[in-house]
């Protein structure tokens, strides 16, 4: 049985006027020890879809309106608050993308690892026995423990991040969500993040969900890759799926000519022409077709189905005629 | 996902929004209904009643008598009509809520703009300045101002429009230092647009709605500076039909004729209180953020 | 710390400087000169000039204001055209009756509201909050003279049930302090109630959610110390618009404060007294200020962590 099932997930934002649908209908599943890579631009609906599995949406703006979240068994959303209280941060944890606010300015930093460990002591550990657990987490992120005492603003991005990632640790959870870990760091710190993570990762037997815009940090760290755009997985399937093989959504394919290769000798970047659909009014038909170069007729009027080849599966006109 | 709002050039559909939004806030739009009541009354009030024969014209045939069909808030210690007094005192309060804050926007808005756009001496030395106007308290210092400047309309005003000034000159300078630091501003002084330009076509669009939020909490707040001037017996003087003023003529009648008390101060909280209302519910609405 | 401290009371001096400059000019520019006020206007001319020159009025303003300013250093703030007392002795005598009754009047406000904002918060749009909104904001609409008026209308003169003038005991006290409380407190319920939003709005709020901490830890551990640090300053600043505040509330119930006292100087002209007791509140009022920032170094980890 997978680890996390999540079927046809919506959720929108209202405030009152506007209605912003922000993931429309997703699915995936993500096994043990896997890690789910969640690709797309700013407002595709990442963070969205992440907050929504711990049920962190904003209160009074956030809706979940149709679907499921299985972990473990559980349906997640049928918890009450209580219920899953015991299930953030134990089973699983998240990390957000900006360690320079996630950490609380007036509490140390040591403080907050132990604040995650006391709220889930099942077993009834002594607080010398805390005191020892925070010191080994923050000697597995690599800062000396003896830095516990400081305040987050006495650390630097970086080894704030790490610190974030040793709360989220902490528990040894089941499921870890990053959200974008590496995007707020500078990019020789971010190298340094992904690999403790990944290390730890396998240390730790987890599961992951990694957010992030980046394909380079996919191709580093992932199993499975599902790429969001406007609330849907357009592309969803294995790393072999998305990095061997050679068929591609067309709105993929344009996330991967904006990368700079060093084999190819492309000229320049074939970045995506225009922006994301403004999500209260969204397209007909494919959601991509404004900005799809082998936009056809039908692409404008039809929503595409998901056409699946084996692990593969592509939300693309293109590959219904393939079929045929 | 992040919602963060894109700043397009877009100034009509943003006051259509915050129209929109205002326009929700019942007790917002109950505040504005009341505010142009009164400036109905303010605006108007030689037709509604006489100044001379009904409002400053005494008859003691008529004294202290309780609210009746002739004199629905009843007559004060001379015979006076207390809601012709109440109607004409409107024009007091609102020149002085609504003019001295223009007054003190426009003073405040020079000294904080200056001060925030030219940085560095310039602003230390104006917000020094204006530190030492915020230490001494508001009324305190429009005291000394009315009894140096000497009694009559105009004198309380500047005493009064002076006290906010600091405070004003405060707001626009950090609100104008935080637009002025955004990119958008950096990307048209970039672009080689003229100081001045930028002040007018960018920082001051940016800036307003902050500032008129202010504005408006600050009429009420001078509302009820300037009657408390009058009740002290250091602003408008009788028979002026000020309603501090008033009020401070009335109290000794207070056990007795409870009415001409409580009136002409209902009168004042009304007023204060529907610029406050206006003020919050603008607020909100400018800000939507604190909706989440 | 120390360094600190010492660095930010001289800060204050030319502030202190400044604040004086103002009041003197603005003093020097009322009509009337000391002498004639002393005397009466009936005294002869040769009399009046005679103690204009005594009393320095000869000279250049700066020069006087010199005087003054180091006269004041050594607390001497004149001598009072009225009573013929020296100035800092009618504060001194007046001024705790002021005191006791701003102090007592911040201490209401503040257990009225502070908790009833970080109540109100916690529960934004239940009928409280839309309740306190609403009251917080027609408290803020009425003029502290008037409120006064009405309570002694519904406790003095109706019910009977509390003095409406003097100060004799602890009951003199209560309708004052509710008068200058009230409104106080209206307005640190807001305040309050806002840094609590804001709060509640940031990300580590929402780490402290996705660790699985219930909503009432995430508000004592989490929120109440970060809200609360902006609301200590505006508690100072509540305490320093408390002592402005009296002037018109000792006026309603009578109270021999320095309130009274500085109404009844403008009145008489009594120059002196107006000076001494404008630039006493304004340095009080930066003290208080600077105790508010000092509190603030002590509490937040960020600033204190920049004095060392």
Same mark, same amino acid.
């Given at each position: 049985?997978s680890l996390l099932e999540i079927k046809d997930l919506e959720i929108i934002y209202t405030n009152g006027k506007n209605v912003v649908q922000a993931v429309n209908g997703i699915n995936f599943t993500l096994?043990?020890?896997e890690t789910l890579g969640l690709v797309g631009e700013t407002g595709a609906g990442k963070t969205t879809t992440a907050l929504s599995i711990l049920r962190l949406l904003p209160e009074r703006t956030g809706k979940i309106i149709n679907g499921s979240v299985n972990f473990d068994?559980i349906p997640l959303l049928d918890l009450n608050e209580?219920e899953m209280q015991?299930i953030r941060g134990?089973r699983i944890a998240m990390i957000f993308q900006d360690p320079m606010t996630s950490?609380?300015?007036?509490?140390?930093?040591?403080?907050?690892?132990?604040?995650?460990?006391?709220?889930?002591?099942?077993?009834?550990?002594?607080?010398?026995?805390?005191?020892?657990?925070?010191?080994?987490?923050?000697?597995?992120?690599?800062?000396?423990?003896?830095?516990?005492?400081?305040?987050?603003?006495?650390?630097?991005?970086?080894?704030?991040q790490?610190?974030v990632?040793?709360?989220s640790?902490?528990?040894?959870p089941?499921l870890l969500i990053a959200d974008e870990p590496t995007t707020a760091?500078?990019?020789?710190?971010?190298?340094?993040?992904?690999?403790?993570?990944?290390?730890?990762?396998?240390?730790?037997?987890?599961s992951m969900i990694m957010i992030t815009h980046d394909l380079g940090v996919v191709?580093?760290t992932c199993d499975k890759v599902a790429v969001l755009y406007a609330g849907e997985i357009i592309e969803y399937g294995?790393?072999?799926?998305f990095?061997?093989?050679?068929?591609h959504h067309p709105y993929t394919e344009g996330l991967f000519?904006s990368?700079?290769?060093?084999?190819?000798?492309?000229?320049?970047?074939?970045p995506i022409e225009g922006l994301m659909p403004d999500p209260t009014e969204l397209p007909e038909g494919c959601k991509f077709h404004p900005r799809c170069?082998?936009c056809?007729?039908?692409c404008k009027t039809e929503k595409p189905k998901d056409f699946i080849?084996?692990?593969h599966s592509i939300k693309c006109h293109?590959?219904?005629?393939?079929?045929? | 996902m992040k919602k963060k709002k894109v700043v397009l050039?877009n100034?009509?559909s943003q006051?259509a929004d915050v129209?929109f939004r205002?326009?929700k806030?019942?007790?917002?739009?109950?505040?504005?209904?009341?505010?142009?009541?009164?400036?109905?009354?303010?605006?108007?009030?030689?037709?509604?009643?006489?100044?001379?024969?009904?409002?400053?014209?005494?008859?003691?045939?008529?004294?202290?008598?309780?609210?009746?069909?002739?004199?629905?808030?009843?007559?004060?210690?001379?015979?006076?009509?207390?809601?012709?007094?109440?109607?004409?005192?409107?024009?007091?309060?609102?020149?002085?809520?609504?003019?001295?804050?223009?007054?003190?926007?426009?003073?405040?808005?020079?000294?904080?703009?200056?001060?925030?756009?030219?940085?560095?001496?310039?602003?230390?030395?104006?917000?020094?300045?204006?530190?030492?106007?915020?230490?001494?308290?508001?009324?305190?210092?429009?005291?000394?101002?009315?009894?140096?400047?000497?009694?009559?309309?105009?004198?309380?005003?500047?005493?009064?429009?002076?006290?906010?000034?600091?405070?004003?000159?405060?707001?626009?300078?950090?609100?104008?230092?935080?637009?002025?630091?955004?990119e958008?501003?950096?990307?048209?002084?970039?672009?080689?647009?003229?100081?001045?330009?930028?002040?007018?076509?960018?920082?001051?669009?940016?800036?307003?709605?902050?500032?008129?939020?202010?504005?408006?909490?600050?009429?009420?707040?001078?509302?009820?500076?300037?009657?408390?001037?009058?009740?002290?017996?250091?602003?408008?003087?009788?028979?002026?039909?000020?309603?501090?003023?008033?009020?401070?003529?009335?109290?000794?009648?207070?056990?007795?004729?409870?009415?001409?008390?409580?009136?002409?101060?209902?009168?004042?909280?009304?007023?204060?209180?529907?610029?406050?209302?206006?003020?919050?519910?603008?607020?909100e609405a400018l800000d939507p953020r604190m909706k989440d | 710390?120390?360094?600190?401290?010492?660095?930010?009371?001289?800060?204050?001096?030319?502030?202190?400087?400044?604040?004086?400059?103002?009041?003197?000019?603005?003093?020097?520019?009322?009509?009337?000169?000391?002498?004639?006020?002393?005397?009466?206007?009936?005294?002869?001319?040769?009399?009046?000039?005679?103690?204009?020159?005594?009393?320095?009025?000869?000279?250049?303003?700066?020069?006087?204001?010199?005087?003054?300013?180091?006269?004041?250093?050594?607390?001497?703030?004149?001598?009072?055209?009225?009573?013929?007392?020296?100035?800092?002795?009618?504060?001194?005598?007046?001024?705790?009756?002021?005191?006791?009754?701003?102090?007592?009047?911040? $201490? +209401?406000?503040? &257990?009225?509201?502070?908790?009833? !904002?970080?109540? @109100?918060? #916690?529960?934004q749009y239940?009928?409280?909050?839309?309740?306190?909104?609403?009251?917080?904001?027609?408290?803020?609409?009425?003029?502290?003279?008037?409120?006064?008026?009405?309570?002694?209308?519904?406790?003095?003169?109706?019910?009977?049930?509390?003095?409406?003038?003097?100060?004799?005991?602890?009951?003199?006290?209560?309708?004052?302090?509710?008068?200058?409380?009230?409104?106080?407190?209206?307005?640190?319920?807001?305040?309050?109630?806002?840094?609590?939003l804001e709060t509640m709005r940031q990300d580590y709020i929402r780490t402290a959610k996705a660790k699985g901490a219930?909503k009432?830890?995430i508000?004592?551990?989490?929120?109440?110390?970060?809200?609360?640090?902006?609301?200590?300053?505006?508690?100072?600043?509540?305490?320093?618009?408390?002592?402005?505040?009296? $002037? +018109?509330?000792? &006026?309603?119930?009578?109270?021999? !404060?320095?309130? @009274?006292? #500085?109404?009844?100087?403008?009145?008489?002209?009594?120059?002196?007294?107006?000076?001494?007791?404008?630039?006493?509140?304004?340095?009080?009022?930066?003290?208080?200020?600077?105790?508010?920032?000092?509190?603030?170094?002590?509490?937040?980890?960020?600033?204190?962590?920049?004095?060392?």
């Open positions: 049985m096994d043990k020890k068994g209580r015991s134990a950490l609380n300015p007036v509490l140390t930093v040591g403080e907050q690892i132990e604040e995650a460990l006391m709220l889930h002591n099942i077993d009834n550990e002594s607080k010398e026995e805390i005191t020892k657990r925070v010191d080994e987490i923050l000697t597995l992120v690599g800062i000396n423990p003896e830095r516990k005492k400081n305040y987050p603003h006495e650390f630097s991005g970086g080894m704030k790490r610190v990632i040793a709360m640790l902490a528990c040894s089941e760091l500078d990019v020789t710190i971010q190298a340094q993040v992904l690999d403790m993570m990944e290390e730890l990762k396998q240390k730790l037997d987890m191709a580093k294995t790393f072999e799926d990095f061997i093989n050679k068929a000519g990368i700079p290769s060093i084999e190819d000798d492309a000229e320049r970047l074939t170069p082998k056809m007729e039908k080849k084996g692990t293109l590959f219904a005629e393939e079929e045929n | 050039n100034k009509q006051i129209w205002l326009r806030n019942k007790t917002a739009m109950v505040g504005l209904f009341i505010i142009i009541i009164i400036l109905f009354f303010a605006l108007f009030a030689d037709f509604i009643a006489d100044y001379d024969t009904k409002v400053i014209e005494q008859n003691p045939v008529e004294r202290l008598q309780g609210p009746s069909f002739k004199h629905i808030f009843g007559t004060d210690a001379y015979g006076r009509d207390l809601f012709a007094r109440i109607v004409h005192g409107a024009r007091y309060s609102l020149s002085f809520g609504v003019v001295c804050t223009i007054i003190s926007l426009i003073g405040g808005g020079i000294l904080g703009a200056t001060s925030a756009f030219f940085g560095g001496k310039v602003d230390n030395i104006i917000m020094r300045i204006l530190d030492a106007f915020m230490c001494i308290p508001a009324m305190l210092l429009s005291l000394s101002l009315v009894s140096a400047l000497g009694p009559g309309l105009e004198n309380i005003m500047i005493a009064i429009s002076i006290s906010s000034i600091p405070g004003f000159a405060r707001v626009i300078r950090s609100v104008v230092l935080t637009v002025v630091r955004e958008y501003i950096e990307a048209a002084r970039a672009c080689g647009v003229s100081t001045t330009r930028t002040i007018i076509l960018h920082v001051l669009p940016n800036a307003i709605g902050p500032i008129i939020v202010n504005a408006t909490m600050n009429v009420a707040g001078l509302i009820m500076a300037a009657a408390g001037l009058s009740f002290i017996g250091m602003g408008i003087q009788p028979p002026s039909p000020e309603w501090g003023a008033m009020l401070s003529e009335a109290q000794i009648y207070m056990r007795l004729y409870p009415h001409l008390v409580f009136v002409p101060g209902l009168a004042i909280v009304i007023t204060a209180l529907s610029f406050n209302l206006l003020g919050d519910g603008l607020s | 710390m120390a360094k600190y401290v010492v660095k930010r009371l001289l800060l204050i001096i030319p502030i202190i400087l400044l604040v004086i400059f103002i009041v003197f000019n603005i003093l020097n520019i009322t009509p009337g000169d000391p002498a004639t006020i002393i005397l009466g206007k009936d005294a002869p001319q040769e009399a009046i000039d005679q103690l204009n020159k005594e009393l320095g009025m000869d000279k250049p303003v700066m020069q006087r204001y010199l005087k003054y300013v180091t006269d004041a250093a050594k607390l001497d703030f004149g001598t009072s055209y009225r009573s013929g007392k020296s100035v800092s002795e009618e504060i001194l005598s007046k001024f705790p009756t002021t005191l006791k009754l701003a102090i007592l009047s911040v $201490i +209401v406000s503040s &257990l009225i509201g502070i908790p009833l !904002g970080i109540v @109100s918060a #916690i529960r239940s009928v409280l909050d839309v309740t306190l909104t609403v009251s917080s904001l027609f408290l803020a609409s009425v003029p502290g003279f008037w409120l006064g008026l009405m309570l002694i209308l519904i406790f003095s003169l109706m019910l009977g049930l509390l003095p409406s003038n003097g100060i004799g005991s602890i009951k003199h006290y209560i309708m004052p302090v509710l008068t200058l409380g009230l409104p106080s407190a209206a307005f640190l319920a807001r305040m309050t109630r806002t840094t609590m219930s009432s830890r508000i004592n551990k989490h929120a109440l110390k970060n809200a609360l640090m902006p609301v200590i300053t505006m508690l100072g600043m509540s305490f320093a618009g408390l002592l402005g505040g009296t $002037i +018109v509330v000792e &006026l309603v119930f009578g109270m021999p !404060g320095l309130g @009274s006292t #500085i109404i009844t100087a403008i009145k008489m002209k009594d120059i002196p007294i107006v000076m001494g007791s404008t630039v006493f509140l304004s340095i009080l009022f930066m003290i208080i200020m600077l105790i508010v920032d000092l509190i603030y170094a002590f509490i937040d980890p960020r600033i204190k962590a920049q004095l060392k």
